[in-house]
Nanobody, 125 residues
Framework: VQLQASGGGLVQAGDSLRVSCAASGLTFSTYAMGWFRQVPGKEREFVAGISWSDSRTRYAEAVKGRFTISRDNAKNTVYLQMNSLKPEDTAVYYC???????????????????WGQGTQVTVSS
């Protein structure tokens, strides 16, 4: 299984950015997908998740109204559209796949089965 995250970069506060995660080696349409982020010295934190079936979504309070998670099962890809970015959004962003059966995507990192390598997002003030 491979999860390949891409699309990170350096942007200014208030800008938008979309990161993508292409999956291979698994039946993508049967996995819930999540985005997490991590800064040095801190634990990885949940950002957003999307279910495998009818695209139920879940967001961390810090990103609600600014970030949107979506998926394209035909392309085996999950996206995170990030708008109105803030310096505190600076982190390495990881995608993850969860083969469990939670009704709503779980925010618990330990519940995810596979992880991508991460993509750096830096927001300057």
């Amino acid at each position: 299984v491979q999860l390949q995250a891409s699309g990170g970069g350096l942007v200014q506060a208030g800008d938008s950015l979309r990161v993508s995660c292409a999956a291979s080696g698994l039946t993508f349409s049967t996995y819930a997908m999540g985005w997490f982020r991590q800064v040095p010295g801190k634990e990885r934190e949940f950002v957003a998740g999307i279910s495998w079936s009818d695209s139920r979504t879940r967001y961390a309070e810090a990103v609600k109204g600014r970030f949107t998670i979506s998926r394209d099962n035909a392309k085996n890809t999950v996206y995170l559209q990030m708008n109105s970015l803030k310096p505190e959004d600076t982190a390495v962003y990881y995608c993850a796949a969860d083969g469990g059966t939670y009704y709503i995507p779980t925010p618990i990192a330990h519940d995810y089965d596979y992880w991508g390598q991460g993509t750096q997002v830096t927001v300057s003030s």
